[in-house]
C-alpha cells in the first residue's frame, strides 16, 4: 500500500486537522474558541498583567510534545522515548539562562505559584518562618496568605508600603531582625516603583535569611535590562512566563551567582534542592508542550521587536500616571517606575463598580486597595492598570490620551448606588463602548499577531 505522504505529516497539518475537527464535530466548542478571539480582538485590558502570545508561542503549546510522560530531566529522564524532548527541554533551559544571565534555570513548573511552592518547600520545614508582603498592599497570595498553603504551613510575617506606596525597607529590616525568618519573599502583584533588591539582600543577609525574588510582573522590564535584576542578588528567582514574558501558563525557577553554593543548614546546593523540589517532590510529568512554549516565548523575548514593545511598557506608565493626574486622579506615589499606574477611585465609586461598569463598556481592569483604606473595608477602593497590552497594540501617545478619557468619562457616567450598585444609562454605555471599540480596531491586536 502506498504511503500517504501528504497527510497529518507535520505539526501544522495536525494543528490544522485539530480546528477543521472541532468546527465540523464539536461546533459548540469551536465557537467559545472563537468568542475568545474576537473578545480579545474588541476589549481592551488594561490588567497589569496581562499579555497576548504570539501564535508561534500558540503553536508549540498545542504540539504533539503533548502525547509525551516525561518524568525527570534531561540526563536524568525516567522514561524512554525522550529524545526531542530533551532538546527541547535544552532549548528552554539555554534561552532562560541566556535571557536572564543565570546560572540555573529549571523550566518545568506548571505555574508561578507552583514554582513558588516548590522554591518554598525546598527552603523551608513546616512551622519555619517566612517574610513576605503583604496581600493587602500588592503581596501576591502565595507570599503567606492564611487561605493559601504558605500560610498554612509556614509563619507568614508580612510587610507592607508606606503611604506613599513604597515598600517600607525600614520595616522589613525591622521585621526580619526581630522574626528572623528562614525565607524573606520580594516581589509583587501590585506594585508601581522599582524594587530594591540589593537592598533586599543586605537585609537578608543580615538576619541571616534566603532571599527569593519573584519576578512575575516585572520579567519582560528585567529581561531587556529596563527593572534591575535579582538574579545574582536573591539566591533564588522564579517567574511565571504567561504575564510580561507573553508565553504559555507555567513558571521559571532561577539561581544566579548563588546556583552551586550550599543552601545553608543543607548539605545540598541550590540547583539540587531546587531539581528535586520540582520533581519528584511536588509535580509529576512536565508538560512538555508547554515547555515548548516556554521556549518559543524565551526565543521571541530576545528579539529587538519585544525590546521595544517593553520600551512601549514603560513609556506608556509613565504617559498613563501623567494623564491620570492630569484628569485630577491621584496617582499612588505620584509615578510610576514599571508597568503599573494606581489610582485611587473617587465620587463614591467602588472598585467592584468601576470593575464592572468599565467592563460594560469594553475596559478590563484589575481593582486594588490603595494606601490609606481602612483594613475592615471590604470593597477596595483603587484601581491597578497596567501597559501591557496597549504596548502590544502600539497605542501611541494619542491613543494613550483616548484611553485616559474614556476611562474617566466612564467612571463620570456611573452613579453609585451603594458599594455594588451603580447606574449608567444604557444610550450612553452603547456609546462608550462604540467608542472604545472604534480604538481597538484603530490599534489592532492583530497587528501584534502578525508581526
Ligand atoms: C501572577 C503571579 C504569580 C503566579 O501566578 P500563577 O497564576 O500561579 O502562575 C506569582 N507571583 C506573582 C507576584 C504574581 O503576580
Redesign the pocket.
Known sequence: MAVNTVQLQDQADLLRRGMADLRAEDLELAMLLDAEVERQHRTLSLVP?SCAVKPRTLAASASALVNVTAEGTRGSRHRAGCENVDRVESLAIGRARELFDAHYAHVQSH????A?AQVLSALLEPGDTLLGMAPDHGG?L?YGSPSIFTGAYYKAIRYGTTAEGLIDYAQVRSLALAHRPRVILC???AYSRVVDFERFRAIADEAGAILLA?I??IAGLVATGRHPSPINAAHVTTT?T??QLGGP?G?LILCGRDAHTKVPGLRATFSRVLDQAVFPRMQGAPAVNMIAAKAAALGYAMTAEFDACMGRVRSLADELAGAFLARGYEVVGGRSENHTVQIRLRDGISGSIAEVALESCGIVVNTHRVPGQARACAVDNGLCIGTGSMAQRNIDTDGCRQVVDLVCRILQQVTPLGEHEYRLEPAMQAQLRAELEHLCAKYPIADYWES
Open positions: 498583567s505555574s508561578g505559584s507552583h513558588n501576591h502565595t516581589g509583587a502583584s519573584d512575575s510582573h511565571c504567561h504575564k501558563r513558571g
